[in-house]
């Protein structure tokens, strides 16, 4: 990590005249919220205003964004023309994302497609599993696999079908499984430092320029657990 990236919190895994690439840490928000506290596309905004020196207002879009507890890969167009590409190619499902999960309990399946109705509870900022003819109820699918345990956890990897509010941490505790850390969804006690066990650990994409095909893999954050599945 450079200096620059020190100063700001930053861990910049890839940048180019297109696109930059960080590896998020958990606490850190992706957009401004009602706490007020500084939020990523701002403190990479001023990043990037001091790298290149420049005087006035930096363009930087916001492709995705992650749960404020959760950790790993988040992409920002450095361009309009970036931008507007990335965010039909997420619309479009051609942005892989997988995640890993830490749960305190083996699912039934060591492998399986979940498949729930969710509708967000605005007031508790959460999302429920609700009949498919609920109110606001949206589909939500995603893929799991078993794939290692240690101690009282188990290690999860996750594929999104759909892009729902809160989706894996709902629907992994629907099953049963709670993220550790997660005390929103039903996990026994938080984590010290605020953050749930969900990494965003690997992003493939083919650049929305250059048309180079990218894979990134996110460093795990440093957590005696985390370290134990690396």
């Known amino acids: 990590m450079g ?6 919190n930053l861990d910049v895994v890839f940048e180019d005249n297109h696109i930059l690439v960080i ?9 401004g919220d009602k706490t007020g506290d500084i939020a990523l596309n701002d403190i990479v905004k001023n ?15 916001l492709i995705h964004r992650l749960d404020r507890p959760t950790s790993g890969g988040l992409i920002f167009g450095k361009t309009e023309k970036a931008t507007v590409r990335l965010s039909k190619m997420f619309q479009n499902h ?11 309990r083996m699912p039934a399946k060591e492998e399986d497609t979940l498949e729930h109705y969710l509708a967000k509870n605005e007031e508790k900022n959460k999302s429920f599993a609700v009949k498919a003819e609920s109110k606001n109820a949206k589909k939500a699918v995603l893929h ?11 290690l999860l990897e996750v594929k999104l079908e ?3 509010h809160h989706q894996i941490r ?3 505790a629907t099953i049963g499984c709670h993220i550790k850390g997660d005390v929103k969804y039903g996990f026994k006690r938080p984590n010290i430092d605020g953050s749930i066990h969900l990494h965003s650990r690997y992003i493939q994409l083919v650049h929305p320029v250059t048309k180079e095909n990218l894979v990134f893999v996110f460093p795990l954050p ?3 657990v985390w370290k134990q599945f690396e």
Do not use: F
């Not at 051609?94 to 305190?104: H, P």
């Open 3 to 8: 200096k620059l990236e020190e100063k700001y």
């Open 23 to 31: 590896n998020k840490k958990p606490g850190q928000i992706a957009q």
């Open 47 to 61: 990043y990037l205003r001091e790298k290149y020196e420049k005087p006035g207002n930096v363009y930087l879009g």
């Open 94 to 104: 051609e942005i892989n994302k997988t995640y890993w999960a830490v749960v305190d």
């Open 144 to 154: 799991y696999k078993y794939l290692a345990s240690i101690n009282n956890y188990h």
């Open 162 to 164: 759909t892009g729902r």
């Open 170 to 172: 709902a629907q992994l």
């Open 222 to 224: 440093p957590d005696p």
